[in-house]
C-alpha cells in the first residue's frame, strides 16, 4: 500500500525531540484491535511490535476490555497507593493461585511503581540493603531501563551517556557466547572474584536478563543460566532476573528463566503483567528478603487499580490450562521455519530467538533499518534492536492467529528482499 505521511505539525511543534517510534512510523494511529492498528486515514497494519513487549494479548483484548469497563461502571477504584483494595486482593489471589503456586515459587511481592524501571531500582535497592555491599554486577549489552540506578547496569552506551553523570556501582561481565564460545563460561569473573588484587568489589546482586530484547535477541542458554546461578550462591551474591520484556509467557513458559531450571532471588516484572497496556510492574523475592521498613520505598501511582483488574482477567483467562504456553512454542515454531526459510535465500543475515521472540541480525547493519522501514511501507509494525541497531526484532501478540503470523512473516520476507 503506499501511505502518504500525515501532517505532524503538533507533534513537531509541541513535543520534544527525544520521541523516537514515531519517526521510524510516520502515521497518526487511531485504534486498534488484536494484531492490528489503523491509522486516521484507514489505513491497517499488522503489528509485530506489540507495544515492546507490553502487549502480549494484543490491542483492546476483549476479555480484558470487558473486565476493565465493568470495574470503571461500578465506580471501582482507580487510584489506591499501596491501600488494600478488591481489585488488589483479586489480582494477588490470581497470581499465587494461577503462577507462583503451581510452580512452587515462594515469592513476596512488591507494587514498586508503574514502570519496569522501577522494578528494577527497588531491586537493586533490596540487594543492596540485604547483602550491605554496593556493587552489581550485570551483562555486556544489557538493558534494565533508564533511570539512574537501572543505567548504571545497561550496556548501551548511547543511553547511558543521556544520564550526565557518571553510572557507578555497576560492573558488566560478559554476556553468554560473548566470545563466541572461545572462553569457558564465567572464567573471568570467577576470576576476580577470586582475586584479591582484581579491584573489584564483593557484589550485592548479579542482574540479568535470560533473552537480550533491546541489547539483540542474545538468547542465554540453561546450562549458562544454572552456572550463573550456581556461581551466585557460591559466592554469596544474590540473583536477580530482568523478566520485564521476556516474561509473562514471550518465551513459551510464564517466567523465561522456568526453562533453565532456576529459582532467581529477585525477579523483576512489568510491561505484559497487567495484559492491557496498563502500566503496572512487580518486583519479586524470597521471603527471607523481605527486609524493607514500611514506607521505605513507596512511589504515588504504585497501586494501579484498573491495571489489577486486567491482570486478575489476563492471568484467569490465559493461564489457569497451561495452553498458553503450548500455543507460543507452537507459533514460535511457525516464526522460525520463516526466518530459516529466509535466512537460506539472503546471505549476511542470520537469525536467533525463543518463543515469540525472535531477531535477524544483518551484517550490513543499516540495513535492518531499511527492512523495518520497507516493513512499515508494507503494512508490518517491526522495530530494530542491538547496540548498533543491526537485528531487525520481532514480537508478535502471543495471542495473534496463524493466518496472521503468516501474512506478517510473508511481508517480512518481501521486505528483506525489496532491500537487498
Known sequence: MTI???ALSVFEALESEVRSYCRGWPAVFDRAQGSHMYDEDGHTYLDFFAGAGSLNYGHNNPVLKRALIDYIERDGVTHGLDMSTTAKRAFLESFQNNILRPR???YKVMFPGPTGTNAVEAALKLARKVK????IVSFTNAFHGMSLGSLAVTGNAFKRAGAGIPLVHGTPMPFDNYFDGTVPDFLWFERLLEDQGSGLNQPAAVIVETVQGEGGINVARPEWLRALAELCERQDMLLIVDDIQMGCGRT????????AGITPDIVTVSKSISGYGLPMSLTLFKPELDVWEPGEHNGTFRGNNPAFVTAAATLDTYWADGQMEKQTLAR???????LRAICEEQSGVDFRG??????MEFEDKPRASAVCKRAFE????VETSGPESEVVKLLPALTISPEDLDEGLRTLARAV???A
Open 354 to 359: 525463543r518463543g515469540l521472540v525472535w531477531g
Open 104 to 106: 512452587d515459587l515462594p
Open 4 to 6: 502518504t505521511p500525515p
Open 252 to 259: 513459551g513458559a510464564f517466567f523465561s528463566f522456568e526453562e
Open 378 to 381: 508494507l503494512g508490518l509494525l
Open 132 to 135: 550491605g555491599r554496593e556493587s
Open 417 to 419: 528482499r525489496e532491500t
Open 332 to 338: 514460535g515454531e511457525q516464526v522460525e521455519q520463516a
